[in-house]
């Protein structure tokens, strides 16, 4: 069956090095059925030189699923795209937003906010390789000292006259020297008056707003402003508050959410499936350390399993295990 990804993307998950890998979108799908999944940033050389295909590796399960890549070479993303369309994913996005060095260097993430004009080129190519797979773009309102509230419309319109019709826009600039990659998480200042009036200004376009977004309540406040809501880090270090009854709350699904204890239950599969394969316990709970946040014995639950999930011979057991002894 055919994923509509932009249906799904009124809440999406947003793509985080090191964490939104395929054990943390099987985690997250677990609690809700709709929302759309990204992959952490895959670039496009290491799939189209280094043949590093299982980075784009995904189950069945995880639909509705879109992958990020990363990179400036038309042709090279062009294949990457071709090779994730093969793979199966609902949506294709490139990532215009990443601070770090490595991808400054790589000439690709957020410094291409300086060239939209090869943006556009590079998105052309990724259409032209998805076929009716949809192409998107994540980026920032600017960088460094660019003015925000002239760069982004126009950066906008450049994509939407390259065939673009769905964006995710981080709410923040991003400062390529003088800050870290964690410090452009939180230091440039959240702007989302600027992205409300995106929406205002480019109708025909659908737009998520990205950063800061930390609770339910927020995201029902700016879905009344946007088309959709991609959350970060608060669906990761407290997935149930973000994602738990988000499929009512957010798409009207009338069907009862799982409860902590079920969607702790639920992953028994997967992590079997996991450790048959050859995997570690850890290498899936460390994604479900924030399942109980906020609820009584949350910290006994994240000791359980970071101290001994590591541990050989360590299975869902454990799990089990730590559910009862989380409430002593």
């Given at each position: 069956?055919?994923?509509?990804?932009?249906t799904?993307?009124?809440?999406?998950?947003a793509?985080?090095?090191?964490?939104?890998?395929?054990n943390?979108r099987?985690?997250?799908?677990?609690m809700?059925?709709?929302a759309?999944?990204?992959?952490?940033?895959?670039t496009a050389p290491a799939?189209?030189?280094?043949?590093?295909?299982?980075?784009i590796?995904?189950?069945?399960?995880?639909?509705p699923?879109a992958?990020?890549l990363?990179?400036?070479d038309l042709?090279?993303?062009?294949t990457?795209?071709?090779?994730?369309?093969?793979?199966?994913y609902?949506e294709?996005?490139?990532?215009?937003?990443?601070?770090?060095?490595?991808?400054?260097?790589?000439?690709?993430?957020?410094?291409?906010?300086?060239?939209?004009?090869?943006?556009?080129a590079?998105?052309?190519?990724?259409?032209e390789?998805a076929g009716?797979?949809?192409?998107?773009?994540?980026?920032r309102?600017g960088?460094?000292?660019?003015?925000?509230?002239?760069v982004?419309?126009?950066?906008?319109?450049?994509?939407?006259?390259?065939?673009?019709?769905?964006?995710?826009i981080?709410?923040?600039k991003?400062?390529?020297?003088?800050?870290?990659?964690k410090?452009?998480?939180?230091?440039p200042?959240?702007?989302?008056d600027?992205v409300?009036?995106?929406?205002?200004?480019?109708?025909?376009m659908?737009?998520?707003?990205?950063?800061?977004?930390?609770?339910?309540?927020?995201?029902?406040?700016?879905?009344?402003h946007?088309?959709?809501v991609?959350?970060?880090?608060?669906a990761y270090?407290?997935?149930?508050?973000?994602?738990?009854?988000?499929?009512?709350?957010v798409?009207?699904d009338?069907?009862?959410?799982?409860?902590?204890?079920?969607v702790?239950?639920?992953?028994?599969?997967h992590?079997?499936?996991?450790i048959?394969?050859?995997?570690?316990?850890?290498?899936?709970?460390r994604?479900?350390l924030?399942?109980?946040?906020g609820?009584?014995?949350?910290?006994?639950?994240?000791?359980?399993?970071?101290?001994?999930?590591?541990?050989?011979?360590?299975?869902?057991?454990?799990?089990?295990e730590?559910?009862?002894?989380?409430?002593?």
């Amino acid at each position: 069956m055919k994923i509509n990804a932009q249906t799904a993307s009124r809440l999406s998950v947003a793509p985080m090095m090191d964490w939104t890998d395929r054990n943390c979108r099987v985690f997250h799908r677990v609690m809700s059925r709709h929302a759309l999944l990204y992959t952490e940033m895959v670039t496009a050389p290491a799939l189209v030189r280094g043949g590093a295909r299982h980075l784009i590796a995904f189950h069945a399960a995880e639909h509705p699923v879109a992958v990020q890549l990363g990179g400036s070479d038309l042709a090279e993303l062009a294949t990457a795209t071709a090779m994730c369309v093969d793979e199966g994913y609902d949506e294709v996005n490139l990532n215009v937003g990443c601070p770090s060095d490595r991808v400054q260097s790589g000439a690709f993430g957020a410094v291409l906010m300086k060239s939209p004009d090869l943006v556009a080129a590079c998105v052309t190519a990724m259409q032209e390789a998805a076929g009716d797979v949809p192409v998107t773009v994540k980026c920032r309102i600017g960088v460094d000292d660019q003015d925000a509230h002239a760069v982004l419309p126009d950066f906008i319109a450049t994509m939407r006259d390259a065939g673009i019709t769905r964006m995710q826009i981080h709410a923040r600039k991003a400062w390529l020297e003088g800050l870290s990659p964690k410090q452009n998480r939180d230091v440039p200042s959240l702007d989302y008056d600027l992205v409300h009036a995106m929406k205002v200004r480019f109708p025909d376009m659908h737009l998520s707003i990205n950063g800061g977004i930390a609770t339910m309540a927020q995201v029902k406040e700016e879905l009344a402003h946007m088309d959709g809501v991609m959350v970060g880090r608060a669906a990761y270090h407290t997935p149930y508050d973000i994602l738990g009854n988000a499929d009512a709350e957010v798409f009207g699904d009338p069907r009862p959410p799982l409860s902590r204890e079920e969607v702790a239950l639920a992953m028994e599969d997967h992590i079997g499936r996991h450790i048959a394969a050859g995997g570690k316990l850890a290498q899936v709970t460390r994604h479900m350390l924030g399942l109980f946040s906020g609820q009584p014995g949350a910290r006994r639950w994240k000791r359980i399993l970071s101290e001994r999930g590591h541990k050989e011979g360590a299975d869902f057991a454990l799990v089990r295990e730590a559910l009862p002894l989380r409430e002593m």
